[in-house]
């Protein structure tokens, strides 16, 4: 089945205790994107990758990396998460980098950062 | 940058009617509109998109229609069934710029009541 895979799907954490949330597709798919979504505030984009080691800021990058070392993964890095990082998160990939592609999206990762 | 509202944040509407859900976009220079759904526990999916050279667009009970010049497009749902009742977010991107990079809305929550 064609699925983007996320996990944890659920997190509770502590202020600085590094994690990494891992993503993955199965689908052959360029690009890959994480994204933390709060009410009223919709999906934010946090990084992007357009292919392997190519990654790019999206709009709210602070307090997070990534690594595209293969075409399937994308994780998640909080190297010193903080209470403002407790959001839903969701990674999401899509065919290729430019044109009409649809954004197939994971089931979402919920974190709590106390 | 781009800058997507959307309207309401909340819908309520009785089985059987229609609902509406409007979005304003800022970038006279986006010309690709999706419509996301998002279940309870589950990561948004594509339900219909409409590209700028096209007024309008149908899919069974959903529409979406693009006003270019005032830069706003709309969502409509008839003969709204429970199922209905879900997150739906819309979003502007570029389709063959930043990489597809896709512009959410904040989201609206519908409910439909039987």
């Known amino acids: 089945e064609a699925q983007v895979t996320q996990n944890p799907r659920y997190l509770i954490t502590v202020t600085g205790k590094k994690l990494t949330v891992t993503c993955s597709q199965n689908?052959?798919?360029?690009?890959m994107s994480w994204y933390r979504q709060d009410p009223g505030l919709g999906l934010r984009q946090i990084y992007y990758?357009?292919?392997?080691?190519?990654?790019d800021k999206g709009d709210v990058p602070e307090g997070y990396k990534v690594s595209r070392k293969e075409k399937r993964n994308f994780p998640l890095i909080l190297e010193s998460p903080s209470p403002n990082q407790t959001s839903l998160y969701f990674c999401?990939?899509?065919?290729?980098?430019?044109?009409?592609?649809?954004?197939?999206f994971g089931p979402g990762t919920r974190l709590t950062v106390l | 940058g781009e800058n997507v509202e959307q309207h309401p944040s909340t819908l309520s509407v009785q089985e059987g009617d229609s609902a509406v859900i409007k979005c304003t976009y800022s970038?006279?220079?986006?010309?690709?509109f999706p419509w996301y759904k998002q279940e309870l526990g589950k990561g948004p999916q594509l339900i219909i998109d409409?590209?700028?050279?096209?007024g309008e667009k149908k899919d069974q009970r959903i529409a979406v229609t693009l006003n270019k010049t005032a830069k706003h497009f709309s969502l409509h749902i008839t003969e709204t069934q429970p199922e209905d009742s879900a997150v739906y977010f819309c979003?502007?991107?570029?389709?063959?710029?930043?990489?597809?990079?896709?512009?959410f809305g904040q989201g609206t929550e519908l409910s439909v009541k039987p």
């Open positions: 979003a502007a991107a570029q389709i063959y710029n930043q990489g597809g990079k896709l512009i």
């Open positions: 999401a990939s899509s065919l290729r980098t430019s044109g009409h592609n649809e954004q197939f």
């Open positions: 409409i590209r700028s050279n096209v």
């Open positions: 970038d006279s220079a986006s010309n690709y």
């Open positions: 689908m052959n798919h360029e690009y």
């Open positions: 990758s357009m292919n392997v080691e190519v990654t």
